[in-house]
């Protein structure tokens, strides 16, 4: 580490200032500048002059004036909602879900296109091109106005590069996206993990707005995890941790999805659900049979209603396999709240009652007191858009070190 002090340039520390300024107006909007004055520790000449700019810059607006109990009635300010938009893209296996959002975060326009993502590495980038140019169309947002793209999408990825290093949900492997996107579409390209991006989507406008720390769980077609710790996506060494479907369960089990055996996600996604009813049942059920959109766990709520005995024990079984699995997550990060859901508006709640019984079971000690576990049955395709959208505000709040 070079530790050698670099006197800051005056350029840098007013770009810092400015960022800072920026920051509390949008964390703490509307708000004068007298409030900005005590908050910051700038004085008020500087936030005057800085402020100004921002308005000139069409990045922060006046909104109205504060209540006052005498002398000069002082102006609130906000972000300018239309100084900028973003784009967010999440890839799935037969569809891009995509929203263009303001600097507010909020979704001005959304559209889901069906295309073939899954086995179609190669076509990839033209697919996301004609997504996001049909966006822009659409959306009426001059082109200029944009800042940037941000994509979701499952499996490992290098952040860095922009690279689907490993997604077995599109069986894509070392798929290069970040820097073919920027050059084709002139603008930045933020590419990450879409449970990640689902987590920026909770920790900006979902469940996790109070939360500092939170885990987000998510089963579905696979089993996915984000971390947020001290309001920081957790990304591991060099960043792509936090695969929970990919930890052991069984060293012996079911053979998994990436190759190897037991992994917890051989158990907890739609594919391990059906095995683990066909395991119980005399007569099997065929993946296919959710080509409709329909969940595993919603597909086995209707075999319950109709009465069958071992759809009800497999729903009570995968229970316990996430039980057990949250039970070790507590264990490792002793979180303040986990979030669990199917990410597209599926049931997770028939789940609770047997997960909740073995949670209580493998939770070590009183790592579990106060844990709030908040199941999420709302969440829509388009949050996870939205959240990779975040990527790019994110980027476009952040210090200028
Ligand atoms: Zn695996």
Redesign the pocket.
Known sequence: MDYTAQPMGRKMMREMNQNMLLNLIRAHAPISRTQLKKISGLSLATIVGMTTSLIEQQLVVEVGVARSTGGRKAGLLEIYPHGGYVIGIDLRDYQIVGAVLNLHGRVIYEEIRSVVLRDNAASAVDLIVESVEALIIHSRVPREKMLGLGCGVSGVVDTQEGISLES?ILNWHCVELGRPLKERLGMPVFVDNAVNCLACYEKSYGNGRTYHDFLLVTLGRGLGMAAVIKDVLYRGAQGRGCEF??ITFDMNGRR?????QG?L??YISDHGIFRTYNELAPSPLEIKTLDSGMSAIDYLLTRIQEGDRYARETVALTGTYLGVGMATLVNLFNPTCIIVTNGVGHHVDPLVESMDTLMKQHIFSVLGNNLRLIVEDNTTLINWARGAGCLVLQDFFSSPL
Do not use: D, L
């Not at 998994?256 to 190897?260: A, L, N």
């Open positions: 077995w479907g990919h998994c999805e990436c190759g190897k992994c996600e051989a």
